[in-house]
């Protein structure tokens, strides 16, 4: 079972925190299940036999606390075959997935996944549509891509312009798999960041390695980050 983190957007998350505590207690319990995909097995006596293992819990109150996650936008479910499943709304904005492997769960339906937060550019996708048609190592001519003017954008846009040449490499890596938009917003965001610690928290911060940026996935921090100018 992978490790999952909770990050501390969880204290003014408006959807959590209009759960019971109880509902609460059973997201929490839920995170580790999910695959790379954040998809899960949500049949009851399933869930009941590993989240709660030590515990005497009713099947009911697991339906219960089920239906709490699914009104308050949190996890959506789905039934095939007799069985459960379940996926969370906002796993690609909040984990970062190294390696996407192999799928526990049959994938989500059509309908369903498209109410999923970031679906273009997350594993969420029931098929990953990258946007080049071959690999890059065939589009390559005269040592320049399709995606080369993107990764100028995402150069103008960085606060710190060092290590081109490796930079250019990791954003066209980024890119094939589709997430090259999503960079260049989160160079945007992290503009931004780095103006809000500047002007409001009167600290100066040096930019990142771009390379650091790209590799880390610090990026994806930063894609949400909204700069708002001081009044």
């Not at 995909?37 to 089920?66: M, N, R, S």
């Not at 928290?201 to 990026?219: I, S």
Request: aromatic share 12%; glycine share 4%.
């Amino acid at each position: 079972m992978p490790t999952r983190f909770i990050k501390e957007s969880i204290w003014t998350s408006p959807n959590l925190n209009k759960l019971s505590p109880l509902a609460e207690r059973h997201f929490y319990r839920l995170l580790p299940l999910p695959d790379d995909h954040g998809c899960f097995e949500a049949t009851p006596a399933v869930i009941k036999g590993k989240c709660y293992p030590l515990q005497d819990v009713e099947i009911a109150d697991i339906q219960k606390w089920h239906d709490e996650l699914r009104a308050n936008d949190l996890v959506c479910f789905w039934e095939q075959n007799d069985r459960f499943y379940g996926i969370f709304k906002t796993w690609a904005k909040h984990n970062r997935i190294r390696s996407l492997h192999q799928r526990k769960t049959p994938p989500p339906p059509k309908d369903l996944s498209s109410l999923v937060v970031n679906r273009r550019h997350s594993h969420l996708t029931l098929t990953p549509t990258l946007t080049p048609t071959h690999s890059l190592r065939k589009l390559k001519r005269d040592g320049q891509t399709e995606f080369d003017p993107l990764f100028e954008t995402f150069w103008k846009t960085y606060p710190l312009n060092i290590d081109k040449k490796e930079s250019r490499g990791l954003f066209l890596a980024l890119a094939e798999k589709g997430f090259a938009d999503d960079v260049i917003k989160a160079a945007k965001g992290y503009v931004g960041f780095l103006k809000h610690q500047r002007i409001h928290e009167n600290f100066e911060q040096k930019p990142m390695h771009p390379p650091k940026f790209l590799t880390k996935e610090a990026w994806k921090d930063y894609l949400d980050f909204e700069y708002k100018p001081p009044m």
